[in-house]
């Protein structure tokens, strides 16, 4: 059964830091690639980062690079997002996502499969 965990999130003032935390089972990182998502309430999800399967290949958003890094452990089967400098505008809830692909990962919602249940991320002085 495949599942995944969200965990990390919280409330941090402007210019801090987090570190989400997607901890997965019933299928290997080698085989899915996992993907950062971030909704707000009244809007559309849109994707943050993505790290592929077989060669950790990774993608970030364009209002996110320089600040987020995307890494994996695949002994814990977890993957990370780690947030610096975040802004206002970060704050939303924070979900990720898996699927079966040998490619090179995207960015778009519509091609995962497996959804985790959502860390909120606060970003307010």
């Known amino acids: 059964q495949v599942q995944l965990v969200e965990s990390g999130g919280g409330l941090v003032q402007p210019g801090g830091s987090l570190r989400l935390s997607c901890a997965t089972s019933?299928?290997?990182?080698?085989?899915?690639?996992i993907g950062w998502f971030r909704q707000i309430p009244g809007k559309e999800r849109e994707g943050v980062s993505c790290i592929s399967s077989k060669d950790g290949m990774i993608r970030y958003v364009d209002s996110v690079k320089g600040r987020f890094t995307i890494s994996r452990d695949k002994a814990k089967n977890t993957v990370y997002l780690q947030m610096n400098s975040l802004k206002p505008e970060d704050t939303a809830v924070y979900y990720c996502a898996a699927v079966s692909l040998g490619g090179p990962c995207d960015t778009i919602t519509t091609e995962y499969d497996y959804w985790g249940q959502g860390t909120q991320v606060t970003v307010s002085s």
């Open positions: 019933g299928f290997r990182l080698d085989y899915y690639a």
